[in-house]
């Protein structure tokens, strides 16, 4: 999240609201000077609505995190990517982007951490029924190194590189906001050798 927010702030065309679960978080955040909102994924539909208003789309890149049980990955990124989703309807947000996991769409691919493949593949698939403008970005393994700003845009079985930078999936995350052609698309993505914005043009 923190990456994705700093490239939303570092782009003039957007003023992001961050949605927050603690105190501290807010305090941090306001005072890197972000709109932000105290919330929890676990809250019922209708409080998650409140607290998207005046809002344009949704960037959902919330996670139970690997220290948590299988329960609390259905809750969080099954459940509450779910419940995100029929907020934003409420709401009439059309523009919704997800972060999911590379292969979530293959079972046969699921060869650990099970429960979360299992949330993500069902979250993925809540989104692109429902009628939202959606986007899935689907990254592969994530390292910490500075982005390069190349992808691939690959599928399962074609994968050359396992690998890509948290840095490369927040621009694509942003950049796929200014995109028509990620519109009502699910991709597996990896480094590679094709810059960001002309990769995701040539979605289709």
Not at 9 to 38: C, H, M, S, W
Not at 61 to 86: F, Y
């Amino acid at each position: 999240m923190q990456l994705v927010s700093q490239e939303l702030q570092n782009n003039k065309a957007y003023d992001p609201v961050l949605f927050l679960r603690k105190e501290e978080q807010i305090e941090k955040y306001n005072g890197q000077g972000f709109e932000t909102r105290l919330g929890n994924l676990e809250d019922s539909v209708s409080t998650l609505a409140k607290l998207m208003t005046y809002i344009d789309a949704v960037i959902f890149t919330a996670g139970s995190g690997g220290s948590t049980g299988a329960d609390k990955t259905l809750l969080i990124d099954l459940d509450g990517a779910v419940k995100a989703m029929e907020a934003a309807a409420q709401n009439g947000i059309k523009r919704f982007i997800l972060l999911s996991a590379f292969g979530a769409e293959n079972r046969e691919s699921w060869e650990s951490i099970v429960p979360y493949y299992v949330a993500k593949h069902y979250a993925d698939r809540a989104l692109i029924n429902s009628n939202l403008d959606y986007t899935i970005v689907k990254p592969n393994i994530l390292t910490d190194d500075n982005g390069i700003g190349k992808i691939a845009i690959e599928s399962f079985e074609d994968i050359n590189i396992d690998r890509i930078t948290r840095a490369d999936v927040a621009k694509i995350i942003v950049t796929a906001l200014d995109t028509p052609e990620t519109i009502g698309q699910s991709f597996n993505v990896t480094q590679g050798n094709t810059e960001i914005k002309e990769a995701l043009k040539q979605l289709k």
